[in-house]
Each structure stands twice: as C-alpha cells, then as structure tokens.
C-alpha cells in the first residue's frame, strides 16, 4: 500500500485505499478554468500508469477512460454507453440542482410529499415563472405572482430579491419592495441590449434571453460578522471599529455514483464588500445599491482576498447582528451549522432524484457543485440552536480560482480527496473503507450526507 501525504491536511490519505494499479487514460480538459485544470492534474500524480490528453484519447478495449473535464469537453455518449469502462466528472443531466427555477420546482414538490424535511424550513420563500416582456407582469400577478402581489400591498417593509433562472456571477439580481419596482426592473432588462458595450459593474440581463426567473423573500436577519474583526498580532478591535458585513458560506459537495453525497469540511466564508446595511432605495426609486447585499465573489473582484475567509477562522468574532450585544461565534455554532447544511444537503439530493426527468445520477459519474448557504438568526424566544442555515443555490463547475492564492491549499486538498473518493477505486484501487463509509462519518476532510442507490433504466 502506498501512502501519500498531503500537505496542510491533517491526515493520510492511505486509509483502505490503494492506490490505482491498472492502466488508465484520462481526458483533461478545462479550457476556461486553468487552476481546475492545474488541480486535476496535481491530483492525476499519484496513480500510475495514466495517460493524460487533452482531446478524447481513442479506448483501447482492454483500458478505461477518466473524462475529468469541463461539461462540454466530456463525451456524454461514452459515460451512457460505456458504464463499466468510462468514469465521467458530470452527471449528463442535472439541471433539477442547478437551474434555480428547477430547482425551486423540485424543493416545492419535495416538501408538499415529506412536509416534516428540513428543507420546510431551510429554503426562502420562492416564486418562479417566466416572462419575455415587462407588461407581462400585470397577468403575472393575476396567476402565478397573485399572492406576492397581496403580500406586496398589504406588507409594504418586507423586501424581495429577484434571481435569473440560469445566470450566474450575480448577473440580473435585483432587490424590490413593490409591484412598481419590479416593473421598473423588467423595464431596465428589456432596454438592455447585448449590442451595447456595458461596464464591467453592470449585472443587467437580457429578459427575452433568459425568461426564467424566480423571487426569494429576502432573508431580513443576517449573521453578520465583520472578516476584520482581529487586527494584526491578534489584537481585537473595539466595538466602534466593528462594521458588520453580510456573507454566505460556499461549501463544496461531491456526489458520486448513483448515489453518495459528500461534504467538504473546509467551508468559505465569503463576505460583501461594504458593511450591511438594511435595503432601502437611492434617489433613483428603483435603484438598491446591492453592494452590502450581495456576497457573490465574482462581484468583489476588486476587493482581492479579503472577503474570503474561512469559516473556522471567524471562531471568536464578535456578532454584529442586531441585538446580539457582546456575544461572539462559537465552536459549538460552527458545528451546528455544518450538520444543518449535512442535513440539508441530503434533502435537497433527494428531493432532486425524485425529478427523474431533470436529475438522472449515474453510478459511473461523479461532480463537484459549490454549494450556496446563508446563515440568519432564528426569532428571539425560540428553542433550540441560534442560528438558521438556508439553502440558497447550487452551482456546477464552480469559480473556485476565485477562492484566491491564500487558501488555495484547501483547493488541493479538496481534488485529492475527490480522486481518493471517486478516482481510485475505478482505477482499480482497493475500497473497502470507502464503501463501509457511514452517513455523517469524516473522512479526507469530507463529510458523508447521503448514501442511497438509485435504480436507472439499464438495470443498474
């Protein structure tokens, strides 16, 4: 047996598994993701034998195919047709997880079927539907929208936040507070063209593009920390120097086969970029300034690393939160949260695998999504843990070079686990510890939610 060492990893990653002993050629191809592509073939190293090609090598009969690449550069047909010798790094279909219009659809059917899931409580409020033009909104609210349309006039503090179906990078996100605001907003989508040349900080859509869009009740109570909150030589700031930000915790999930979900335990913090304040319009009515709202990495480019924290590292932070007084994050905060994204995460995969159309897992696949949660408090005078955990989307193929150069390290270990877990033993690699793996278990810094078999049409 070999055993590797990983560095900034706590432990070896010997532990009943092998390393892969048979030959093995491997498609590598991440064309507009260098690091992944970088990571990959890092984590390629320890198995012997492997032939790694950039363009889909040619399958000698007796030898299997690793296809670890971008979606598009993966042949779909070979992962259908070649179950027992082809290994693929995306599931074909999936759209029912990372379409956030379907997978509204699904948490609502799921919950209507297993009211007592914790996705009943762990998921904002959420109306989907679809539009091309602003003055499609007045049927809107005579059908799908009609009870946001009450909720809108007869409760005029509560805000919402409008999300593209299939955008990304923040793009086309926008906070409202009335029916007029929207209507303004979809009014700004259809005049925008994609002909025109648009600043870098512009995150407008083209409605008639997209079409599918979903509302979110905003979630009005925040954990708040500020990422700051030790100056240099661990000295603390004082409370006036506090400024608490809004953040959302970024975990990375492996599913593999048909069906393990697994949860790596390095979890990210990402933080906006100005203190948090509550939503309220500028001079323009129909323009919120999203910067102390929206936490999306891709929108604090100019901010560098520094809102890119660990989770862990907050452990002693003061909350800033309102009416927390002199009370600071804990331990026992941070562990509770991650069994509540454990439990969530199970739920939602569920809830996916009853989408058969839209969510079809393959025992020879596996991939990784970047996995979107925000912490809020839970009301004052209730029982239990202090904190909410909300699910709020799942990403395929996420941007994880913009985890930055500081905690890249979690980065390779994280693709090393992923080729213990999911590369190994298709290689040929002894898996014994990995198949008595329970739920809830850590191993390789990888927590395991879910452990189902799902039955496919080839008999599988």
């Not at 090609?53 to 047909?77: G, M, N, R, V």
């Not at 029916?179 to 063209?193: Q, R």
């Not at 300034?289 to 520094?306: A, D, K, V, Y």
């Not at 393959?362 to 699910?391: C, M, T």
Request: hydrophobic share 40%; proline share 5%; aromatic share 8%.
């Amino acid at each position: 047996m070999s055993t590797k060492q990983c560095s900034d990893c706590s432990g070896s990653y010997s532990d009943g598994v092998n390393a892969p002993s048979c030959r093995l050629a491997a498609l590598v191809s991440w064309p507009a993701a260098p690091l992944t592509d970088s990571l990959v073939r890092r984590a390629l190293t320890d198995i012997g034998q492997i032939e790694v090609s950039q363009s889909l090598p040619t399958l000698p009969p007796s030898s299997k195919l690793l296809q670890w690449a971008a979606y598009d550069s993966i042949d779909h047909s070979l992962t259908a047709t070649e179950p027992n010798r082809v290994l693929s790094s995306s599931y074909t279909i999936r759209k029912a997880l990372i379409r956030k219009h379907f997978l509204a659809r699904c948490i609502r059917s799921y919950i209507l079927k297993h009211p007592q899931s914790v996705l009943a409580t762990s998921v904002p409020r959420t109306w989907e539907f679809e539009m091309s033009f602003a003055h499609e909104l007045d049927e809107l609210w005579h059908d799908e929208l009609w009870d946001l349309g009450e909720e809108l006039e007869t409760s005029p503090g509560r805000w919402y936040i409008l999300k593209p179906g299939m955008a990304d990078a923040g793009m086309g996100i926008r906070l409202f507070n009335n029916k007029d605001t929207l209507h303004e907003i979809f009014e700004e989508f259809e005049g925008y063209s994609d002909d025109e040349e648009a600043e870098s900080s512009d995150t407008s859509v083209i409605i008639s593009q997209l079409r599918h869009f979903v509302i979110q009740e905003y979630v009005a109570t925040p954990l708040l920390l500020d990422p700051h909150g030790f100056l240099p030589e661990n000295h603390v700031k004082t409370a006036e120097q506090l400024r608490g930000r809004k953040f959302h915790l970024r975990t990375y999930v492996v599913a593999s086969g048909a069906l393990r979900v697994y949860m790596y335990r390095r979890i990210l913090a990402l933080f906006s970029c100005e203190p948090y304040d509550s939503p309220r319009r500028g001079n323009n009515e129909s323009n919120v300034s999203l910067l102390p709202h929206l936490t999306n990495t891709s929108l604090q480019i100019r901010r560098g690393e520094e809102g890119v924290r660990l989770f862990d590292e907050l452990i002693g932070h003061r909350i800033i939160s309102e009416n927390e007084g002199n009370i600071s994050l804990l331990e026992p905060d941070i562990v509770d949260i991650n069994e509540q994204m454990a439990r969530i995460l199970a739920d939602v995969f569920k809830a996916a695998v009853e989408q058969a159309v839209h969510f079809q897992p393959l025992p020879n696949a596996f991939e990784l999504y970047g996995v979107d949660f925000l912490v809020s408090h839970v009301p004052s005078g209730s029982h239990g843990p202090r904190f909410q955990v909300n699910i709020l989307e799942v990403n395929a193929e996420p941007a994880i070079e913009l985890t930055g150069r500081r905690l890249t390290w979690i980065l390779e270990d994280l693709f090393k686990s992923i080729q213990v877990l999911c590369i190994a033993p298709f290689a040929g690699g002894v898996s014994d510890q990995i198949d008595s793996w329970k739920v809830g278990e850590v191993r390789y810094n990888m927590q395991k939610c879910l452990d189902m078999q799902v039955r496919g049409a080839m008999g599988w």
